[in-house]
């Protein structure tokens, strides 16, 4: 997972190297049942990094904290550097499940 200080050195090269003024922090975990009901993210992904230029990197949580490997919770931590608003983000969320854990927060 990104510490802050990740956040901005991230956020730091990607406007560099883009030239926007603008960036996200957007870090998302899938809950087991999202997963055993065949939840694939790669759309909502897609759909983020359509937005700007992005890093994403995944995170997954060791398989005995959750007993079933196959079940255990993958999220995503993803710098997101361009001049879209947190409501364009917020909608590629609508209609998952509120126990999903979701953080958006802006980097400056």
């Known amino acids: 997972m990104y510490t802050a200080m990740d956040h901005e ?4 090269a990607l406007t560099a190297d883009h030239g926007a003024d603008r960036g996200w922090h957007i870090s ?4 087991p049942g ?3 009901m065949g939840f694939d993210p790669r759309d909502m992904l897609g759909a983020l990094a359509e937005m700007g230029v992005c890093q994403i990197i995944g995170r ?3 398989a005995h904290i959750h007993g079933d490997a196959g079940l255990r919770p993958i999220g995503w931590d993803m710098v997101l550097v361009g001049n879209t608003t947190r409501a364009a983000i917020e909608d590629v969320f ?3 499940p509120a126990a999903m854990e979701l953080v958006i ?4």
């Open 105 to 108: 927060q802006q980097i400056h």
């Open 60 to 62: 997954n949580e060791p």
């Open 9 to 12: 050195s991230s956020f730091s």
């Open 94 to 96: 609508l209609g998952m």
């Open 34 to 36: 999202m997963r055993s």
């Open 28 to 31: 998302f975990r899938l809950t």
